[in-house]
């Protein structure tokens, strides 16, 4: 059993940062389409980046809950703690690296995101192999968690807020790039 959710979590990893490489530029690939926009980078803000984790991870936790929901009844809060771990350090690794150093670079940039993908799917595992608790409250909580992250990913998509989290470094607009 150890080893079946062992490699379901590697192949959310791997799913996560395959679909998500491929998300940064499918904005732009398409034209700039809305549909695209709601799950695409559309600019390089860190918010965006965030959401180029986020949402592989929600596509691939929709098919795990499948196939592993009656061997884990703690699935769903234990995929929102693992996604809010991964969110929280995109932020918090990017912000360190480049407020001690002064600039970034692309290959660090890359690096933590596949460390957030990585801390998602090992906080993941570590809850669903102990088998935390996973009470039918828990599990709507984990629920509502990663639902209410999917509305927020898509709102501040098309209305962000005038923060720098949100602010595209290069342009220093917010949101979509106006053409």
Same mark, same amino acid.
């Given at each position: 059993?150890?080893?079946?959710?062992?490699?379901?979590?590697?192949?959310?990893?791997?799913?996560?940062?395959?679909?998500?490489?491929?998300?940064?530029?499918?904005?732009?690939? &398409?034209?700039?389409?809305?549909?695209?926009?709601?799950?695409?980078?559309? @600019?390089? &803000?860190?918010?965006?980046?965030?959401?180029?984790?986020?949402?592989?991870?929600?596509?691939? &936790?929709?098919?795990?809950?499948?196939?592993? $929901?009656? @061997?884990?009844? @703690?699935?769903?809060?234990?995929?929102?703690?693992?996604?809010?771990?991964?969110?929280?350090?995109?932020?918090?690794?990017?912000?360190?690296?480049? $407020?001690?150093? $002064?600039?970034?670079?692309?290959?660090?940039?890359?690096?933590?995101?596949?460390?957030?993908?990585?801390?998602?799917?090992?906080?993941?595992?570590?809850?669903?192999?102990?088998?935390?608790?996973?009470?039918?409250?828990?599990?709507?909580? $984990?629920?509502?968690?990663?639902?209410?992250?999917?509305?927020?990913?898509?709102?501040?998509?098309?209305?962000?807020?005038?923060?720098?989290?949100?602010?595209?470094?290069?342009?220093?607009?917010?949101?979509?790039?106006? &053409?």
């Amino acid at each position: 059993m150890k080893k079946r959710l062992l490699l379901w979590e590697a192949a959310g990893f791997l799913f996560t940062a395959a679909v998500g490489a491929l998300l940064h530029f499918t904005y732009d690939w &398409s034209g700039g389409t809305v549909l695209a926009a709601a799950f695409s980078a559309v @600019n390089e &803000s860190t918010w965006e980046h965030m959401k180029l984790l986020f949402f592989p991870v929600f596509f691939f &936790s929709v098919i795990q809950v499948c196939f592993l $929901g009656r @061997n884990y009844p @703690n699935v769903l809060s234990a995929r929102a703690a693992g996604t809010l771990a991964g969110l929280v350090l995109i932020p918090t690794l990017f912000y360190t690296y480049t $407020g001690v150093f $002064g600039r970034h670079w692309l290959w660090a940039d890359i690096a933590v995101f596949l460390i957030a993908a990585a801390a998602v799917y090992a906080v993941d595992f570590l809850l669903l192999e102990r088998r935390c608790p996973g009470g039918l409250w828990r599990q709507v909580a $984990g629920l509502l968690v990663l639902w209410l992250l999917a509305f927020l990913f898509i709102c501040f998509t098309f209305r962000p807020p005038q923060l720098p989290l949100w602010q595209d470094p290069v342009t220093g607009l917010y949101g979509i790039p106006v &053409s």
